[in-house]
């Protein structure tokens, strides 16, 4: 009983103090020049005048260099894209992984370190679609735009991805290479991949599906992983031990130069100029095996420098405000001896669309970038 008297006798007191309380809340908020900022879910931060945008970069390998090439596209793409019209000038915080897991191990650290700077956004090229998935949730969480390219990473959100049309340059070889030989031979091939990115399992996608499209048949007479040039020299030497004897061997799909060249040079070595190899990313060093018709028939070539533009360019429009897709696709062009005149190397402009001279289910190649919604 004593107990409830004494609630009853607080109650008006307290809910007097509550409605001050509330009301002088209220008449802070309303009064003028002491107005509280709303959230603001966009990526656009207030700037100092003459404050530039510092944006990290996270960069897979030295040694690839078609990956050299787009870090080039984009370190100078990053000079060109402020004017005093469009906005700020870049800073750029570039960092490299290296290969191997050693390299997937210190991009996660990087990733950490970038996050702990503040930066204003930050583009990361994985060297594996999960090994920044704590990263990019973190990025999620501080509002700090992550945009991808050349391979997705999951987890997280990403503001944007920028990459080749992997599955275009997969089916572009298989189609080639399907043309080259009769439906009805079996065709016996090794696969050289590399399955922990994207870009590569899209690319393998799209050869088998273009071989199977055209009405060829094969069987896969061996896999192995490589996309680097230590790891090709291994491949290039453990395919020659696995098939010692010419015609035991008809194709080879490498799924990039960076570990490719290397296997097409323990083949050379060896005088296996019988079997035919297909590659994607148009280095120089492969464009000249097609060219001297050292066992390369075909390079499905990224515009690799363009790809970086590409990426810089979406971030600095993030950054601005700007809504952007959320997935770009660059196309990749069909390097063979009857295509070379055409095709304008990794820092040249996009080539022209031409007729294919091969039967191909999409007869004309086109230099349009495909976007998408979705990521």
Same mark, same amino acid.
């Given at each position: 009983?004593?107990?409830?008297?004494?609630?009853?006798?607080?109650?008006?007191?307290?809910?007097?103090?509550?409605?001050?309380?509330?009301?002088?809340?209220?008449?802070?908020?309303?009064?003028?020049?002491?107005?509280?900022?709303?959230?603001?879910?966009?990526?656009?931060?207030?700037?100092?005048?003459?404050?530039?945008?510092?944006?990290?970069?996270?960069?897979?390998?030295?040694?690839?260099?078609?990956?050299?090439?787009?870090?080039?596209?984009?370190?100078?793409?990053?000079?060109?894209?402020?004017?005093?019209?469009?906005?700020?000038?870049?800073?750029?915080?570039?960092?490299?992984?290296?290969?191997?897991?050693?390299?997937?191990?210190?991009?996660?650290?990087?990733?950490?370190?970038?996050?702990?700077?503040?930066?204003?956004?930050?583009?990361?090229?994985?060297?594996?679609?999960?090994?920044?998935?704590?990263?990019?949730?973190?990025?999620?969480?501080? /509002? =700090?735009?992550?945009?991808?390219?050349?391979? %997705?990473? +999951?987890? $997280?959100? &990403?503001?944007?991805?920028? @990459?080749?049309?992997?599955?275009?340059?997969?089916?572009?070889?298989?189609?080639?290479?399907?043309?080259?030989?009769?439906?009805?031979?079996?065709?016996?091939?090794?696969?050289?991949?590399?399955?922990?990115?994207?870009?590569?399992?899209?690319?393998?996608?799209?050869?088998?599906?273009?071989?199977?499209?055209?009405?060829?048949?094969?069987?896969?007479?061996?896999?192995?992983?490589?996309?680097?040039?230590?790891?090709?020299? /291994? =491949?290039?030497?453990?395919?020659?031990?696995? %098939?010692? +004897?010419? $015609?035991? &061997?008809?194709?080879?799909? @490498?799924?990039?130069?960076?570990?490719?060249?290397?296997?097409?040079?323990?083949?050379?070595?060896?005088?296996?100029?019988?079997?035919?190899?297909?590659?994607?990313?148009?280095?120089?060093?492969?464009?000249?095996?097609?060219?001297?018709?050292?066992?390369?028939?075909?390079?499905?070539?990224?515009?690799?420098?363009?790809?970086?533009?590409?990426?810089?360019?979406?971030?600095?429009?993030?950054?601005?405000?700007?809504?952007?897709?959320?997935?770009?696709?660059?196309?990749?062009?069909?390097?063979?001896?009857?295509?070379?005149?055409?095709?304008?190397?990794?820092?040249?402009?996009?080539?022209?669309?031409?007729?294919?001279?091969?039967?191909?289910?999409?007869?004309?190649?086109?230099?349009?970038?495909?976007?998408?919604?979705?990521?």
């Amino acid at each position: 009983m004593g107990g409830r008297a004494h609630i009853k006798k607080a109650a008006p007191f307290a809910a007097l103090v509550a409605v001050l309380v509330i009301g002088w809340v209220v008449a802070k908020r309303s009064a003028p020049g002491t107005a509280e900022p709303r959230p603001d879910s966009s990526t656009t931060k207030p700037r100092k005048a003459g404050e530039p945008y510092r944006i990290g970069v996270l960069y897979w390998s030295a040694t690839i260099q078609g990956q050299v090439a787009m870090r080039k596209g984009l370190e100078d793409e990053s000079t060109r894209v402020a004017t005093p019209v469009n906005g700020p000038a870049v800073e750029l915080v570039t960092r490299v992984a290296g290969d191997g897991d050693e390299g997937q191990e210190r991009q996660i650290r990087q990733m950490r370190e970038l996050l702990e700077m503040k930066l204003d956004a930050i583009i990361v090229q994985p060297t594996d679609n999960a090994a920044l998935s704590d990263g990019l949730r973190q990025a999620n969480r501080q /509002k =700090v735009p992550v945009v991808a390219y050349d391979q %997705f990473s +999951e987890g $997280g959100t &990403l503001a944007a991805f920028v @990459t080749s049309d992997n599955r275009q340059a997969g089916e572009l070889d298989g189609e080639y290479i399907a043309s080259r030989f009769s439906n009805e031979r079996v065709l016996k091939i090794a696969l050289v991949e590399y399955p922990q990115v994207s870009s590569t399992v899209a690319r393998v996608d799209g050869f088998f599906a273009a071989l199977r499209a055209q009405g060829q048949r094969y069987e896969l007479a061996g896999v192995y992983q490589a996309v680097e040039p230590v790891a090709g020299r /291994k =491949v290039g030497k453990q395919i020659l031990a696995d %098939f010692p +004897e010419r $015609g035991s &061997l008809d194709v080879v799909f @490498t799924v990039n130069d960076g570990g490719g060249l290397n296997v097409v040079d323990e083949l050379a070595k060896a005088d296996r100029d019988e079997i035919q190899v297909a590659t994607v990313d148009g280095d120089p060093a492969s464009v000249k095996n097609i060219e001297a018709g050292r066992l390369t028939v075909i390079d499905s070539a990224q515009f690799c420098a363009e790809l970086g533009r590409v990426a810089m360019r979406t971030t600095y429009s993030i950054l601005q405000g700007q809504k952007v897709p959320r997935r770009q696709l660059v196309p990749v062009f069909p390097i063979t001896k009857e295509t070379r005149s055409r095709y304008n190397g990794w820092e040249g402009a996009i080539a022209e669309p031409f007729d294919k001279p091969w039967p191909s289910k999409t007869p004309r190649w086109t230099p349009n970038t495909r976007s998408t919604t979705s990521p």
